[in-house]
């Protein structure tokens, strides 16, 4: 596995700065998702910090943030409107342009979980720093959690890109429940007859 590669070093739409909506602003009042998504810089920064002493962290700046400046207000966004599970367009975001490519820079497996991990904390110690940590800061911790644990499944896909990509078409893609031999039969205690015992 190349820890650098053509296709992270050509810097097409990967190596952008922080859109200028996200530009870091002083916030006194608002909901801790107004006041992250106003400090999304900071947050980064706080999570760069947190990372140092992971030793797949060595990447250059750009990649290492690699498309956390897009997903993550995406994400607050989210949480703020009480979503329970990450939109469509941010699953590719999620699994293309940032599963995809820490696979590409040779981004150890168990650390995919761990970089979630240090940017759940970085939102919480800049929320911190601000003075926030009331029941309002607790709970969109607790949404944002959430989301956090699907961005991991997603980034695991997109990591994984390969090798599901090698399956599909041979009949091993996931199929509906009402497809699979037996268990409408048994919900509705009718038994399959495997499970009555006869061959």
Known sequence: MPFFDNERDDGAGRDRGAPPEHTPAAHTAGSPYDVLLGLV????????????????????????????????????????????????????????????????????LTSLTEEWAYLKRACRCVLDTHGINNDDADRAMERLDVLVDDAVGYTLRGYYRPELDSLRGRGLERRESADRRGIADRRGGTLDRRDRGES
Do not use: N
């Open 41 to 108: 810089d900071e947050v980064i920064g706080e999570w760069r910090t947190l990372v140092t002493r992971e030793p797949w962290t060595k990447l250059p700046a750009s990649r290492l943030i690699d498309s956390f400046h897009e997903i993550l207000p995406k994400m607050l966004r989210l949480a703020r409107s009480g979503a329970t599970h990450i939109d469509d367009g941010s699953r590719e975001l999620i699994a293309d342009a940032h599963g995809h490519f820490r696979r590409l820079d040779g981004v150890p």
